[in-house]
């Protein structure tokens, strides 16, 4: 094939892939309306689309970034994870797989209102979604064995988890205090009646040496 040749076929795939993409905006018709009632819907599998989200909520498709704001939330209400740990984009009549690199959405703010075991903590996604840490929507740390640190994540809906960013981490622990959970005394912060484990107390210590 010659390069000419080879040129061409990549402009066809990509446009193809393009037009494929409009399509499936047309058809997220709840753009702006919240998100689509995805798992209700049971469409057929029709491969995967050239679409990632890498770690800091960045969006990309065909290897470029999706500057158009409006046009990742619009994709955010259709997504999905299933049981198969895979992420999808969501229709009544397709189903395409994306990739993640680590959570689909960013917890970027946060508000805390309350105090005690009346504490709500609230969190903005950038992708706009508002949730309130608690029952449905629990909060869960992970070691971060490769520096060491934290990792904390919201649930947002189905099994759409949000990575709370470092800064908005930094505020969340100033709102943490020492519980007795199981007779073994952690660091923890409440929200909406439940408790959520960040670290044993007596390792928060030795951390804060």
Same mark, same amino acid.
């Given at each position: 094939?010659?390069? $000419?040749?080879?040129?061409?076929?990549? +402009?066809?795939?990509?446009?193809?892939? =393009?037009? *494929?993409?409009? !399509?499936?905006? +047309?058809? =997220?018709?709840? !753009?702006?309306?919240?998100?689509? #009632? &995805?798992?209700?819907?049971?469409?057929?599998?029709?491969?995967?689309?050239?679409?990632?989200?890498?770690?800091?909520?960045?969006?990309?498709?065909?290897?470029?970034?999706? *500057?158009?704001?409006?046009?990742?939330?619009?994709?955010?209400? %259709?997504?999905?994870?299933?049981?198969?740990?895979?992420?999808?984009?969501?229709?009544?009549?397709?189903?395409?797989?994306? $990739? %993640? &690199?680590?959570? #689909?959405?960013?917890?970027?703010?946060?508000?805390?209102?309350? =105090?005690?075991?009346?504490?709500? %903590?609230?969190?903005?996604?950038?992708?706009?979604?508002?949730?309130?840490?608690?029952? *449905?929507? #629990?909060? $869960?740390?992970?070691?971060?064995?490769?520096?060491?640190?934290?990792?904390?994540?919201?649930? &947002?809906? *189905?099994?759409?988890?949000?990575?709370?960013? $470092?800064?908005?981490?930094?505020?969340?622990?100033?709102?943490?205090?020492?519980?007795?959970?199981?007779?073994?005394?952690?660091? =923890?912060?409440? +929200?909406?009646?439940?408790?959520?484990?960040?670290?044993?107390?007596?390792?928060?210590?030795?951390? +804060?040496?």
């Amino acid at each position: 094939m010659t390069e $000419r040749s080879e040129h061409r076929e990549r +402009s066809l795939t990509g446009a193809t892939e =393009a037009r *494929g993409l409009e !399509a499936l905006i +047309s058809r =997220a018709t709840r !753009a702006g309306k919240g998100a689509a #009632p &995805v798992e209700r819907w049971n469409p057929a599998f029709c491969g995967d689309l050239d679409m990632e989200i890498k770690q800091d909520g960045t969006w990309f498709y065909l290897g470029t970034p999706i *500057g158009r704001m409006p046009l990742v939330q619009l994709f955010s209400t %259709v997504l999905r994870k299933d049981e198969d740990g895979k992420t999808y984009l969501v229709t009544p009549v397709e189903r395409v797989g994306i $990739r %993640v &690199v680590d959570a #689909p959405f960013i917890a970027v703010e946060m508000n805390v209102s309350g =105090a005690g075991a009346g504490q709500i %903590v609230t969190f903005r996604t950038n992708v706009g979604d508002v949730v309130e840490a608690g029952p *449905g929507h #629990p909060l $869960r740390f992970v070691d971060e064995d490769e520096t060491g640190g934290l990792k904390p994540y919201v649930l &947002v809906r *189905g099994r759409l988890e949000a990575l709370v960013t $470092r800064p908005v981490m930094y505020e969340l622990v100033e709102h943490g205090e020492e519980i007795d959970i199981g007779g073994k005394t952690m660091f =923890a912060v409440r +929200s909406k009646g439940e408790i959520y484990p960040i670290m044993p107390t007596e390792k928060l210590k030795r951390l +804060s040496m």
